[in-house]
Each structure stands twice: as C-alpha cells, then as structure tokens.
C-alpha cells in the first residue's frame, strides 16, 4: 500500500467523521450534499488507488476506476428519461402550467448534459489550441457541473435529513399553508393538516400541551385566509378551538416562520420550540430557513401523491439554487480564474522550452 493510498484512506475517514458530527450536531444546512458528494469522491479515490495498488494488471482497478462513472452515466440518464415520463403524468393530472413543466425542463437538461459532456471531451481531445479550451471549460463544463453537483448534493442530503426528522416536545406545531380551492384546502394542504395533527400528540410533554398554530394569508385568487381554512378543517376532524392558532399574514414559508413566531410570543411563548410541517419535497428548504432565522425547530414532512414529488422538488431546488447564487458565481469564478491562469502557465512553459530547444539547436 502506497503512502497516496493511506493519506486517501486517512483523508476520507477524517471526511466522514467530520460530516457525521457536524450533521448530528445542527442538522439544517442544505450544503452538507456537497460535503457528502466530497467524501464520496475521497472514498473513490481511496478505492481507485487500493485496486491499483493490489492488482495493478488485473480487470480490478478497471472496475474501480469506471464502474463509477458508468453508473453515473446510467442514473443521469435514467433521472432525465424519467423526469419526461413524470412531467406527461404531471400535466394530465395538474394541468399545463409553468410548476408542472418543471420536471421536464431538469430532464431535458440531464439529457442534454450527457450530449455535452461527450461533445467537450471530444473537442478538448482532439484541439490543438489553447482557446477551445479556455472558452469551452469556464463557460461549458464549470456552469454544467456546478448545476449537476448542487443538484445530486441536494438532492442525496434532502434523502438524508427526512429519515432524521423526529417528534420532539413542542410548544407549538406549525402546518405551513399551500394554497386553497375556492375555500377549502387542497389534498396537498390536507395531508399537511393531518400530519400536524398527527404531530399534536407526539409533540406533547408532561404539563406541556402544544399549540396548533395554521400559517398562511390571503392569496389573491382565494376566498378566504388559508389559516381560516385550515382552521376549519382542523375543527372539523376534532382539534378544539382553543388548541388553534391563526397566522393569517404570511405570503411565503419565510414569512410563515416569521409571523408564526411572533404571534407566539404575543401569547406568552417568547423562544417557543417549534415542530415545523410541511410538505415532504419542502422539508429541507425549510428546515434551513428555521435555522437561518434562529428558530428552535423540527421539521417534519407529510406525504405527497408520488407523482407530484419531482416538480415540487425541483422546485425547492430552484429555489434554493437561486437563494445561494452569489456562492455558485462565486464558485464559478475562482474555478474559472484557476484553469486560465493553468493555461497561462501551460503556455509560458511551452513558450520557454520553446526557447531553451531553439538556443540549444543555434
């Protein structure tokens, strides 16, 4: 075993144990996707240099080195086939709209990304200047993969954090509103209702009975406040009056968060801890913004109809896409920055070998 392969082996352990405590410790950053995606190329990278190390002839190192990369290939194809399939499904049971059309733009793009990253190799392969690729890596591949691995990363880490949500002791349950039918709550908002109802029991503690707190205002195409609404439909399966809270105000899940908050405190609970419900493709953004305002909260996610999960997803994905832009261009400029001035030195050096063959030749 070489002293590559230890440090790797080292570097990937220490990953893991680091992502492990920090995940255990504050559960609620939609980043730790990319940590997980970094570990996982340590691991690789670990294996890679093991089988080659072991059985530097045999079929083994080959399996190590592109197994991966085939199932990668594979399920980036698959996700994109099946992101069009959904997208039919979608449409004929929501209608055409711009939110059901998102799965079909995503699979579209992991399709398309699959052409691309053939068509780039081949150029870069096959060029024999430096501007293809100084044009090509830092508008083509970096914008690609940075989309591709902040989505495989959320994607994985929102996996990850709805198996670790658990009822804790509450003050107060909060559903989180999601739009009404004239004025009745949808499916999509019911099941959250039952789920916060659900929650009421499991958030209990002794001398401790926890508030039903209904967050959501008055949409412009609606007859009624949704808290009212959700209200209603909470009476009707059997929640006293008394145990319900309305949050009437809010147009977001931030300002949701914020307004639920503060009417808590008006009625005597200034810090309250909170369980959070929402939708289940909603837990993780959620969960992130309960811990970017402070809030001492679990989040726990209601069941959706299967199909309906991908376009509500992706578009918490967007969403948070859009959220963190200034650390993807970010992202994107310095990797940028740091495969010109590659070039740059590429080219120097060339140019001075260049020189020192010329000389010696005279």
Not at 1 to 7: D, E, F, Q, R, V
Request: proline letters at 4%.
């Amino acid at each position: 075993m070489t002293i590559a392969t230890i440090c790797f082996g080292v570097l990937a352990l220490a990953l893991w144990a680091v992502m492990g405590v920090r995940i255990v410790r504050e559960p609620r950053h939609t980043g730790y996707g990319m940590g997980i995606i970094g570990c996982v190329v340590a691991t690789w990278i670990f294996v890679v240099l093991l089988a080659t190390g072991l059985s530097p002839e045999s079929d083994l190192a080959d399996i190590a080195v592109f197994g991966p990369v085939v199932l990668v290939f594979g399920a980036v194809f698959a996700a994109g086939v099946y992101l069009l399939v959904n997208t039919v499904i979608v449409v004929r049971r929501e209608g055409l709209r711009v939110a059901t059309l998102v799965p079909a733009v995503f699979g579209l793009f992991l399709l398309t990304v699959l052409v691309a990253t053939v068509v780039t190799a081949v150029a870069l392969l096959t060029v024999e200047s430096y501007t293809p690729i100084a044009l090509l890596v830092p508008f083509v591949v970096i914008p690609i993969a940075i989309l591709v691995i902040a989505l495989v990363g959320y994607s994985t880490y929102a996996i990850v954090y709805s198996r670790l949500g658990r009822p804790v002791p509450s003050d107060a349950v909060v559903v989180l509103g999601a739009g009404l039918a004239g004025d009745r709550v949808t499916p999509l908002l019911a099941a959250r209702i039952d789920r916060g109802i659900e929650m009421l029991d499991a958030a209990a503690s002794p001398g401790r009975e926890p508030l039903l707190v209904m967050s959501g205002g008055k949409g412009d195409d609606e007859a009624l406040a949704e808290a009212e609404a959700m209200a209603r439909y909470a009476i009707d399966a059997g929640i006293e009056e008394g145990r319900i809270v309305r949050e009437d105000t809010s147009t977001t899940t931030e300002e949701n968060l914020i307004n639920s908050r503060a009417l808590l405190a008006e009625i005597g609970h200034p810090a309250p801890a909170l369980t959070v419900v929402t939708s289940d493709f909603h837990v993780l953004r959620a969960a992130s913004l309960t811990r970017r305002l402070g809030l001492d909260a679990t989040v726990i996610g209601a069941s959706t109809a299967r199909y309906y999960v991908p376009a509500g997803f992706l578009r918490e994905f967007t969403a948070c896409l859009v959220h963190y832009r200034r650390i993807n261009l970010m992202v994107w400029a310095a990797a940028s920055c740091l495969v010109w001035a590659m070039l740059a030195l590429i080219w120097y050096l060339s140019g001075l070998q260049t020189e020192l063959v010329e000389a010696g030749v005279a």
